[in-house]
């Protein structure tokens, strides 16, 4: 009985305690994503909690907000065929605008006193002045260039000099663009046309006669656009992951790196006085992206059965105020919802900030709180590695590059360090090559003279008389006379089937090493993902299955060769493959971005000598002429992926049937039994 207490005092120490212990939930009602360093989507500290939900505003199909600089709301009421001022200070409606010929408004953008609504139905831009009063209505334009183009505006956006963008409905030319005084100035901007494999294959067979029955390929139609204090063109694609956030300069063309993450149903975009970029999808997300385009965290979600803080049906716009607050606008149920960054979130923009001032010192300090409450915040790592970077400390730029996962980082970081290495230890290294000619010539005269050394010359003499070294100095002749060698290897003079094997298990080494050992920068496979039995048996299963497909095929073609004789040509050729890969393996740990082109140079050419290499071979082993040695190889080739889709075949068959007996099995059992 005793025991048993002993046994309890533990428990009810840990459940005492357990009662004075202070338990925290967070507010926030959908997660924070950011992404890891291979580019997957992660739980992250909540960047956003959800603050204001306001309901009572008598909303009916809102379409759209802004905010400007007086934190006066500006909403595009459509279903009520107005325009609603709401105040954030006072937290209530300070003005409406109501005009006969404001009919459906589905987006209003704010500039310099003068509130520009695009209205669908009225088929026009109205712009009101900040009493409500009318100034201009832009109707559609009647130039020529303009042509037959329906002018149904849909979104707009303002610049500096009162130029107007405006996405209407159906315009798969670009954005439409407008001067101060409605005259029409062309089309910014257009969505590149993205092709089905269908139509990819029509371009290629079909004839110009075929092509003019083939539907016309049109760009997808743009869905909102916003242009930024500095004067910048942003645009989103609801339907288009590829470009469905564009950052355009003067000539249209996005900025944005496409690498980025992208939903495929973005309706709005806003862009800060810091340069921080949202974006609202209609399934309820909110994206925000550093000016870059670099994915900062995501948040929010979709849910239309029930009525939760930070959820939405169907969010249509998004906006910032002076604070920092995001401002949401659910199309569906008519509300406003605002969101308050958190300490984490502001640590974030302060200290992107700090780096675009050019505070690095201050920055890395900044990012080093946010590290504080996420380790492997890949933002934060890679935004430490450009902050070293810009203050010289190319060492740890370079230790964080690699946690980030960010290999231009890295190579950047990583040429500056090896250019500090050179410079300090090249005098060493010339110094030491002098002394060791110095030091080699000498020798080289007193032996010529007086054959000191001609003891130690007939040792290595010997040494490289004996059968085992021949055959591994043979290996040499190859790369000299290929031909010859074939030659010698076939009749069995030289070489032999254990050299053969070495060769072949060291080529897999140098692939293997290939594959999983190259340096951070060229190295995009993680190990941990490799399968090491596909590795090994796709490996020597391919060579194995070419020497006997070739076998095969040379046995009715009157060729020479054996089945020995086959597998050791083969091994032989591998040798360039086996060296290649090995130093171009070895270069990836010395080189940059800046030098790849050196990589890819052995790479391809230990690929293309051993391809020769294996033609020399069937040409001297089986005594054929280019021409039938060429053809020998592609059918032994084409061999292959009948007898690898024939074991594919047979395997699932195999498969289906044994699940066929195990079922008959069990059910005859089951009967048994009852």
Known sequence: MKRKIYLLLPILLIALLGLGLRTFASPATSYTYTRNNRGQLVRTQDAYLPQLTITWLGLSEATDIFIDNDDLIYIADAGNSRIVIYSIAENAVVAEIRHERLRNPQGLFVRDGLI??????????????????????????????????????????????????????????????????????????????????????????????????????????????????????????????????????????????????????????????????????????????????????????????????????SLVSISTDSAGNIWTLDGEKNFLQSFTPTPFSRNTYA????????????????????????????LAHAAMARNYFASQQFEQARHHARIAGHRFYYSQAFWEVRNDLIQSHLYAVLVGGVVLYGIYFPFKMVDKKTDKFKGLK??????????????????????????????????????????????????????????????????????????????????????LLFVLCNYLVTSITDGEGGLLQIFKMVCYALLPLLIGLTIATLLTHVVTHNERFFVDLITSLAYLWTALNLLLGVIQTHEYTIRVAIKSIFISLALMVIIAVALIIVMLMSGQVFDFFEGITREVWRNVSA
């Open 116 to 313: 520009y609504v695009a209205d669908l139905s009225a088929e026009a831009v109205l712009v009101f002045d900040s009493n409500g009063v009318l100034q201009e209505y832009f109707g559609r334009p009647d130039a020529i260039a303009f042509g037959n183009t329906h002018f149904r505006p849909m979104k707009i956006a303002v610049d500096r000099t009162g130029n107007m963008f405006i996405v209407g409905e159906g315009v798969y030319h670009g954005i439409i663009q407008l001067s101060a005084s409605g005259e029409f100035l062309g089309y910014f901007a257009s969505n590149r046309v993205q092709l089905s494999f269908a139509q990819i294959m029509q371009d290629i067979f079909f004839t110009e006669a075929q092509m003019a029955n083939v539907l016309s390929r049109l760009p997808v139609t743009f869905s909102n656009v916003f242009i930024d204090s500095e004067g910048i063109v942003y645009s989103t694609t609801a339907s288009n992951r590829r470009d469905a956030l564009q950052k355009h300069n003067t000539a249209g063309v996005n900025m944005l790196n496409e690498n980025s993450f992208f939903l495929p149903d973005m309706v709005d975009v806003h862009v800060d006085e810091s340069g921080i970029i949202y974006v609202a999808a209609l399934q309820g997300v909110i994206d925000i992206f550093t000016s870059d385009g670099e994915f900062i965290f995501s948040f929010g979600a979709s849910n239309r059965s029930a009525d939760i803080s930070g959820l939405f049906s």
């Open 351 to 378: 200290a992107l900030a700090a780096y675009e001032e050019g505070l690095y010192e201050e920055a890395i300090l900044i990012w080093n709180e946010v590290l504080r409450e996420n380790q492997m915040s890949v």
């Open 458 to 543: 007939e040792k290595l003499g010997s040494i490289k008389a004996h059968a085992f070294v021949r055959q591994v100095l043979f290996v040499k002749e190859f790369f000299k006379k290929p031909l010859d060698s074939f030659y010698y290897l076939k009749r069995g003079e030289r070489g032999s089937v254990w050299g053969a094997i070495v060769i072949l298990l060291l080529t897999f080494g140098a692939y293997l090493y290939n594959l999983i050992g190259k340096g951070f920068i060229f190295q995009f496979l993680n190990v941990e993902y490799v399968d090491f039995t596909a590795v090994i048996i796709g490996f020597f299963s391919i060579i």
